[in-house]
């Protein structure tokens, strides 16, 4: 295989593979000449015994960097006994520097009848040389990481594997390498799943971590462990479903600081107001974005050296109730259930330095003013339909809830958003359909760092939405949306009242495009300070008095393989 490229040619996407700059050892090498990768193997197949590989492959940069690296591939099976390797050395020139690149993975196995055993082992040494060939330079590192199993055939229904091994690390000192830190892993896994049990697993580790030189890496001794369990399964034929994931464990959290960096306008999250003019780019001045079009700015979380003891658990779940899975026919009481419909999802990440009562280990305690919390990611959410199938109407009532938290290097900042909705749906015409959305939400947000990005705010609104659709092709719909916000008295107490009249056409032409537009009109009465962090979540990035809002969105395909998207927005 061969592969030329220009020094000239921009390519629009990476075409080579995540790990081509790490495995060449060209991080810090300048790719700005004419390049060349060309590539010879060999190899030997037998049906019996498996396979084996022998390849060399040459890069070149022009007056930049040569590199040479041989590689061997092998998958062997000699009646019980087997093995895996996957192992390569490299060997490269760039400008006043040299490196050698020695590396394998591999796996030697018995099978018994009951069993396996055997002994996973993996090693990589990179040392980099200057003018001085002796002596090695930055970026010179080794491991070896080693691990002994027995597990159980695949073919038997309770899987079971037991494992356990040493990881060495080796860092640059003095111009050698020197042995830094050694770890000791343990682990077990085991796994019921079948028939009967669609998903049912669960694993278990324990790490040392031991330091041989504290002035080779930042790292403190600890010892760790990690818990895991998936769980999945359907009952009541179908009726009901679930799937589970929970998780915990102990480590090191890093204290973290954050920055924002601009980005094109409308590939970023977050938007920057100067409210005190004075043209500096405080922390307290970016906002999440409210429109697309205007966020211009991502968040860069920079971790610190700073560490502190944690103890972490996960847990993801799901679930969905459907009684006409079984009552679809029934009538009475049973007919009657058989309309209703369930679906409910909890998420939790959290992280405490609490390892009493339990703390550890509760992922249900999600309340970012815990001040035993260090950092939190949850949300849930339960929505129950009356009639969702139904052609003529349905009812709905939703509940979601977002919490996060963050450890920051000097506090924490925490954000909450709670919502509650009802939504009724009639469809009175085959043209006509006429909803309501009320509802009821809380947010609130804290923060140590930085200043006026504390509040709590109470909401109420509702939104009657009327749509119609006299074919496939074209669909109108207009709306009136009343929300009133409240900031806590204690906070402040500002109030915002915003009153929008708003109406969105779309028009769809099969296999050619679809054009939409859409326009809203909203009035905004507000007591506050409008150029604040405060401001800009109670007024949602608008002004008081009138605004307008619109946008045009155009779509066409010009061929199988091209569509052309035109969009604008204005307010």
């Known amino acids: 295989d061969n592969e030329w490229r220009s020094k000239d040619f921009p390519f629009v996407e990476r075409y080579r593979p995540v790990e081509f700059e790490r495995d060449g050892n060209i991080t810090t090498v300048p790719q700005d000449g004419d390049q060349l990768l060309s590539q010879a193997s060999v190899g030997l197949f037998d049906s019996k015994n498996g396979t ?15 590199g040479l690296r041989q590689a061997l591939q092998g998958v062997m099976r000699f009646g019980r006994f087997s093995v895996n390797l996957d192992g390569s050395l490299l060997n490269t020139s760039a400008d006043t520097t040299s490196s050698d690149f020695l590396r394998h993975k591999a796996q030697v196995a018995w099978r018994f009848k009951p069993f396996t055993i055997g002994v996973n082992d993996e090693h990589e040494r990179n040392i980099f040389h200057d003018a001085a060939p002796s002596v090695l330079a930055l970026g010179s590192y080794q491991f070896q990481d080693w691990e002994a199993f027995v597990q159980s055939p695949d073919s038997v229904k309770a899987k079971l594997r037991f494992g356990a091994g040493q990881r060495y690390d080796k860092a640059l000192r003095g111009g050698l390498l020197a042995p830094s830190t050694e770890a000791t892993n343990y682990n077990a896994t085991i796994d019921l799943s079948g028939a009967k049990v669609r998903k049912l697993s669960a ?9 041989i030189d504290s002035t080779l890496t930042t790292q403190p001794a600890e010892d760790t462990y990690l818990a895991r369990l998936d769980h999945a399964h359907s009952a009541w034929k179908g009726a009901f479903s679930w799937d589970m994931f929970y998780e915990f464990g102990s480590g090191l959290e890093q204290k973290s600081e954050y920055i924002y960096v601009q980005v094109p306008a409308g590939q970023g999250t977050y938007v920057w107001h100067d409210y005190n ?44 109730l459907r009684p006409s899975a079984v009552w679809r026919e029934a009538k009475g009481v049973r007919g009657f259930l058989s309309r209703f419909n369930d679906v409910a999802s909890f998420r939790s990440d959290r992280k405490t330095g609490d390892n009493e009562n339990g703390s550890a280990f509760n992922p249900f305690s999600i309340d970012p003013l815990d001040t035993s919390l260090i950092a939190l990611n949850g949300s849930s959410r339960n929505t129950i339909y009356f009639d ?19 450890l920051l290097l000097n506090g924490s900042e925490s ?8 939504h009724m749906r009639w469809n009175t015409t085959n043209q006509w359909t006429f909803e309501l959305q009320v509802g009821t939400a809380r947010s609130a947000s804290t923060s140590d760092l930085t200043l006026g990005q504390t509040w709590s705010i109470a909401e109420r609104s509702g939104t009657p939405k009327l749509t119609w659709q006299p074919n496939t092709r074209l669909r109108g719909t207009f709306f009136v949306t009343y929300v ?88």
């Open 52 to 66: 084996a590989t022998l390849s060399s492959s040459l890069f070149h940069i022009d007056q930049r960097y040569d």
């Open 203 to 211: 694993t278990f580790s324990y790490r040392q971590l031991r330091i």
């Open 277 to 320: 003019g004075d043209g500096v780019k405080d922390l307290n001045e970016f906002e999440l974005a409210n429109f697309d079009y205007e966020a211009d700015y991502i968040r860069v979380f920079v971790p610190t050296t700073e560490t502190v003891r944690v103890f972490s658990n996960q847990l993801s779940a799901s679930g969905e």
């Open 388 to 406: 969702r199938s139904s052609r003529t109407w349905s009812l709905d009532h939703t509940y979601q809830s977002d919490r996060s938290k963050s």
């Open 415 to 422: 954000r909450l958003r709670e919502s509650n909705l009802i």
């Open 484 to 571: 009133d916000k409240q900031n806590l008295e204690e906070l402040g107490g500002e109030e915002a009242e915003v009153r929008t009249l708003g109406a969105e056409f779309r028009f769809n032409s099969s296999g050619k495009g679809s054009l939409q537009l859409t326009a809203n009109l909203v009035n905004i009465s507000y007591n506050g300070v409008v150029d604040s962090s405060l401001g800009t979540e109670m007024l949602s990035g608008l002004k008081p008095g009138t605004n307008a809002t619109w946008s045009a969105t155009l779509q066409r395909r010009l061929s199988d393989h091209l569509q052309v998207d035109l969009t604008d927005n204005g307010r």
